[in-house]
């Protein structure tokens, strides 16, 4: 079982219309969750991050789910410009110190007019 | 304006030949870090470095060497040993690395590989 894993997609949707992704975990020690936009052929941008009380940035609301290991993103009145991959991105702590982070593979999301 | 820089955008070498892949940060960060992308993949750590003269081995660091001898710059050499180094490298950094593992991670623009 991967570590973080994601639905690839590709999530088609009409423009203005709601769509959630969902992200599993493995580890019920991971500490912090994170979201990311990728754009095509360009770096990972952070879009928020995760907090256990859930969090909403205008239209995009994210929350963890620590019971049941997951994370979600939720993105209202879908734009154009939404179009991209969505990374799931946890951070858990390694033995004897520090962290790793890891990244989903990600999940497509194509927002068409 | 602070962020990180990445050259060149695109790279390409013969079988054989060792590269080395440039990343800057004017962010003050103290940690930085190299991952390879590679299509339908997450992203995989290779190395990471927490402070200047000090880095640690990712899950895929084999063909693979970095130094860290200025806290704004960590290189990533990409070895002839390396079997497959076709893939889009990118450097992030984040203001400190350790057991508190809140801190995100900014990310440059990547360098595209191409070894043929």
């Known amino acids: 079982r991967k570590e973080v894993e994601q639905d690839p997609g590709p999530f088609n949707v009409p423009e203005g219309a709601t769509v959630a992704f969902n992200c599993t975990y493995s580890n019920s020690a991971s500490q912090s969750f994170f979201w990311y936009r990728q754009d095509c052929r360009k770096e990972p941008k952070l879009l928020m991050s995760v907090y256990s009380s859930g969090n909403e940035d205008g239209r995009f609301t994210a929350q963890l789910n620590r019971a049941s290991q997951y994370i979600s993103l939720l993105i209202r009145d879908s734009k154009l410009s939404d179009s991209a991959t969505y990374l799931c991105?946890?951070?858990?702590?390694?033995?004897?110190?520090?962290?790793?982070?890891?990244f989903g593979a990600g999940t497509r999301l194509f927002v068409k007019a | 304006d602070g962020g990180i820089t990445q050259s060149p955008k695109y790279l390409f070498r013969k079988e054989g030949q060792n590269v080395t892949l440039s990343c800057e940060q004017n962010l003050n960060h103290d940690a930085m870090y190299w991952y390879r992308q590679d299509p339908g993949q997450g992203l995989r750590l290779i190395y990471y470095s927490q402070i200047v003269n000090d880095f640690q081995k990712g899950d895929i660091a084999e063909g693979y060497s970095v130094s860290r001898e200025k806290k704004e710059s960590f290189p990533l050499t990409v070895t002839s040993a390396q079997k497959n180094p076709t893939a889009f490298y990118l450097c992030?950094?984040?203001?400190?690395?350790?057991?508190?593992?809140?801190?995100?991670?900014?990310f440059g623009p990547g360098t595209r590989l191409t070894v043929t």
């Open positions: 991105v946890v951070n858990t702590g390694r033995g004897g110190g520090g962290f790793k982070t890891i």
């Open positions: 992030a950094s984040s203001i400190r690395s350790g057991t508190a593992a809140s801190y995100e991670q900014y």
